[in-house]
């Protein structure tokens, strides 16, 4: 393969990335705008002030939990830090909508919660009032509790690389702890954090499982309702261009953070020493660090075993072998062709260094700042109008009815995860190419060998690691993957992710369980990871994947 037809397929690869953004601003503008004002008139003030507030919400308490935690675990010792410095990060194997499912059983009106409260106290259901799970709040809350170890993470991997000459400093100056933190650690580790509650915020602009079950109504929800229960294609791409804005506008933010967080000192210096912590301070900080992990994680693991082993399902039944099988397939095929497309793009860019190299990484990089719903409307617009038209043609020339060749297959659901979950894979393959001295690449070509060549015999091997790891990270990132595998999806093709909504939806929560607790499995492996390269490596972006613009580094 030469040079030419190399780059080609990179830029094509590229441009496949580019399509659902491109298609979403095209069929917003294009179609009938008379629409727009009906809109904006009903559904869209909702929609922009439940946004608003569960934004404001989800990154008020994730900068608090986060940010307090890692602070604790990076500089105190207290009993059960070193296993709590882990567990902390275990809710992000959690996605927010299985955690809505265990928790409406746990606190809802006929839940175990309010049954003993009636049970003790003998009130009737008009007696008290009590918390509704089942609201933006509770929805907020969710969110929060799955999503503050990203917050977490990138806080604690600053903390730990911050030289403790400035707090020192301030310590001797005769502030105390906390005003020294204040004024000196926090702000040292703001990029980072801010880089965290941004994306935090991201994801929360994204979710439809959350939101849908209870029933906050959002953009997301409002994408999908407009394209499904309404039939109006141009409103659902409209809601998705807005969507799609303010995604884009968070992306850049993230990434002028990460910027900022370059130009912050990192490590040298005196290490950042642990302080004792006795009586009351240790126990305090014990029980602080512990409450995330046991409402994000443990009781959530607990609820869903319960009402999982009451369901007397099994996952050896023909039908959830199907749904595993399903899943599985999609996840392995999806993680192969985004870690090719990824090693396509990636290698294209190193053989040649240009703007326009960069533009194409870009490129290939933006759809992690595309929620779900908006990729899947992006990519349904266009290959609809694809097959409609060759049909027709079809019909006319040949009179064969060609009918739906790529809406509603497979193949346009892995393109739909290719574009969603690109940067992961591109994260995995900066990490892994950096390794490589550019003097070995000058070597194999002047040894004759062409780009695949030298690809294939020389930098896959020397950073297949790093590939494995960005695939595996593709791999769970499907399974849970929501909203785009809801549009798209073929005919009577279901995942674990589909059924358990379908079955939450149905208020069937015990039957739910199983396969919402298969999809936490399945996470828990990119975590872990996550946890031991952060605390071997202390680099100062622990998923740089998330970085939806550039792939700088890798992510586990």
């Known amino acids: ?38 809109l904006s008139s009903t559904v869209l003030p909702r929609f922009t002030a439940n946004s608003v507030a569960l934004v404001l919400l989800v990154s008020m308490g994730t900068f608090v939990i986060g940010t307090s935690t890692a602070w604790l675990v990076t500089t105190c010792h207290f009993p059960g830090r070193r296993l709590l410095e882990v567990m902390l990060a275990l809710p992000l194997a959690f996605p927010a909508y299985v955690l809505a499912y265990a928790y409406t059983d746990l606190l809802d009106h006929p839940g175990p919660v309010q049954t003993l409260l009636r049970e003790v106290t003998g009130w009737g259901p008009r007696d008290y009032w009590f918390p509704e799970i089942r609201s933006l709040e509770g929805a907020a809350a969710m969110l929060t509790l799955v999503l503050y170890p990203y917050v977490y993470l990138l806080a604690r991997a600053a903390f730990l690389t911050q030289s403790f000459g400035g707090y020192l400093a301030a310590r001797v100056l005769g502030k105390g702890p906390w005003t020294a933190f204040w004024r000196v650690s926090l702000p040292m580790a703001r990029p980072a954090i801010a880089g965290g509650v ?41 809601l998705a261009l807005c969507l799609l804005s303010v995604a884009l506008l968070l992306a850049t933010l993230e990434r002028i953070q990460r910027g900022a967080a370059k130009r912050y000192p990192s490590g040298g210096g005196t290490e950042m020493p642990r302080q004792e912590l006795g009586g009351a301070a240790a126990w305090g900080a014990a029980l602080w660090c512990t409450l995330p992990v046991l409402f994000g994680f443990v009781l959530p693991i607990v609820i869903l075993t319960t009402l999982a082993w009451d369901a007397n399902q099994s996952l050896l039944s023909a039908r959830y072998q199907g749904f595993m099988r399903n899943s599985l397939m999609l996840a392995a095929i999806a993680a192969v062709v985004t870690v090719a497309a990824a090693v396509l793009v990636g290698t294209a860019a190193r053989l040649k260094r240009s703007r326009a190299t960069r533009a194409m990484t870009l490129l290939a990089g933006v759809g992690y700042a595309v929620p779900g719903g908006v990729i899947a409307v992006g990519l349904m617009v266009p290959f609809a109008a694809l097959d409609n038209n060759l049909d027709a043609w079809m019909r006319a020339t040949f009179g064969i009815s060609t009918g739906l060749l790529f809406t509603g297959s497979i193949w346009l659901l892995v393109l739909a995860y290719m574009v969603r979950f690109m940067a992961a894979a591109l994260s995995a393959f900066d990490t892994g190419i950096t390794g490589i001295n550019p003097s070995i690449d000058a070597a194999a070509r002047t040894l004759g060998k062409s780009p695949a060549g030298m690809l294939w015999r020389v930098h896959l091997p020397l950073m297949k690691t790093a590939l494995l790891t960005g695939a595996l990270i593709v791999f769970v990132d499907v399974m849970k993957e929501l909203p785009a595998t809801l549009i798209l999806r073929p005919f009577n093709f279901d995942t674990l992710a589909v059924q358990a909504h379908r079955l939450a939806a149905d208020e069937r929560l015990s039957e739910a369980a199983l396969p919402s607790l298969v999809i936490v499995a399945f996470g828990l492996l990119p975590v872990i990871i996550l946890c031991r390269s952060i605390a071997r490596h202390a680099t100062p972006n622990p998923r740089p994947a998330l970085d939806p613009m550039a792939a700088e580094s890798a992510k586990g």
């Open 198 to 238: 941004l994306l935090t915020v991201m994801e929360t602009i994204a979710d439809y499982g959350t939101v849908s079950y209870f029933g906050v109504q959002t953009f997301a929800t409002g994408i999908y309702q407009a394209w499904f229960s309404l039939g109006d294609r141009t409103a659902a791409a409209q």
């Open 1 to 38: 393969m030469n040079d030419r037809l190399f780059h080609m397929l990179a830029w094509a690869a590229a441009g496949l990335c580019l399509l659902p953004v491109a298609a979403v601003i095209l069929a917003a503008v294009s179609g009938d705008l008379s629409g727009w004002s009906a």
